[in-house]
């Protein structure tokens, strides 16, 4: 056809047609956009940003702001991603205009398993279903113990096992602290979905721990929007995920197994039990079924790593800042003593602990919001986003916001303490788990788990670096969330 066509018109004709017609074709798919960002290539997008920024996103985004300003966009292929930055501009976009910032992106999240397509969940849905799914996820964690005296006393057995775990190692030289935390908070969501807790031990446990991980380190999901031919081109790691998902599905679908066969309507133990109660045997099971898999995934995947990442973070911070580690441990042994295991609800009497807490939090900044959609043209920062944009708020730009926090990369729990009084102030000034509808439901168990955790390690052990010439890195890798790259420390016993 191409040959008969060539051969009937001359070869000139031929070649500026085609010159022409490449040129009206990238002209027409180069985007275009009122709100500032990097120069965007046809078809690419700024790929070439995102390649540049690799893991490093972190620090690649606080770059870009310095660049565009506090609302930047790029391309992932055709399609707008928009960043949002600062306190106020985040405010007004996910509160101010919740209404029409609160969606996620369709389509770009869909998982296809061997069980079939997961059924949207919490993270992923929009609309009736999301609400309807996160009104049924708070409440159950809610009932099975979140913020109750129960599933403290859980979270501060978990917390004995780990210090116990860490006590093994003898004051030697530990070099997976990441993996430990993982263990004993994976085993807090554990104990609210399945209704029990696993061995410190336990091999497929500790696998489907680690697969978790994987679906958060795995290059992120954000590369969905390129078109296939590109995707295919620099390898999106999507097999990796893909086998990751499937472990940890066959896991939920054994443990889903396990419950049905003692199912007891009139004792309900769990989420799942709480699910499993809510199937009328008229409904599509099957369908039913791939919607528990996504909630109970959710809850797994959100919960763990981004709890055990927080606190690696948290410890790597006091390793560098031993008079602040210090400050936490006398005010411990002043107010709770050395022989009793620390609860949350001896927060309100340790202000120090709990500031330390805060300011280490400011400083962790593992997560940007999830990526939010907008369905309508919105104005925000003086700038149209328009209906049908990706929109993200990189919380870090909050935290590390020097107007905000003077000298924002040095620790001072100080910031979050009154002067006069010793109180704990200015909580509301930080924003890990963002603000407005899709706030983070799990808050409340992250915190009530960092803090338990985080003071029984500082009432049990000295943290200090293996060397006193071991340079740590503050930089972190990015993922789904940042990581602090790998360390190392010591954990002397303090009696
Ligand atoms: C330190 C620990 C945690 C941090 C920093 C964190 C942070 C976040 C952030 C930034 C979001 C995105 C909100 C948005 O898109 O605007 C989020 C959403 C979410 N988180 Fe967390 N999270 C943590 C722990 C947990 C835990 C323990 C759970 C549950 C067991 C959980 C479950 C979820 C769920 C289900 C969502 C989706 C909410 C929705 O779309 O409506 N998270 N979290």
Redesign the pocket.
Known sequence: MCAFFVSNIDLTTFLVFTVVFLFVLCVISTPRSDIPGPFALPFFGNLYVLARIGNRRYRETLRLQKQYGDIFRLYIGKQMMVTICGYENIHDA?VKHAAVLSN?PEGLFKSQTKYGNLEP?????NGEV?RKN?RF?IQT?RDFGMGKKSLEVVIAEEAKLLCADIAAFNGKPIENIKDLLSVS?SNT?HS?VFGYRCEHDDQEFLAVTKSIETLFTVPSFLYRALPIFVQRLIGTAEGEREKALEDVMNYVQKRIAEHEQTFDKNNLRDLVDRFLSTIPPEEDTKKKFLHMYQVVL???A???D??A??LAWMILYILENPDVQEKCYQEIKKVVGLNRCILYSDRNNLPYLEATMLEL?RC?N???????YSTEDVLIGGYVIPKNTMVS?F?PSVHLDPERFPEPMKIRPERFLDEKSGKVVNRDMLM????????????T???T??FTIFGNLVQKFKLCKVSPDDVLSFEGLTGS?TYPEPYRLRAEARN
Do not use: D, N
């Not at 969940?121 to 849905?125: A, E, K, T, Y």
């Not at 593992?366 to 939010?372: D, E, G, L, P, T």
């Open positions: 996910f996620r969940g919490i993270i992923l849905s999301w996160r996820t964690m908070v969501v609210v959710e809850m797994f959100a919960g763990t981004t709890t990442t927080t939090q962790a593992i997560a940007s919001s999830f990526m939010h708020a919380l890990p788990f963002s603000i407005g509808p899709r706030i983070c439901p799990g808050e168990l992250a915190k788990e960092m969330i």
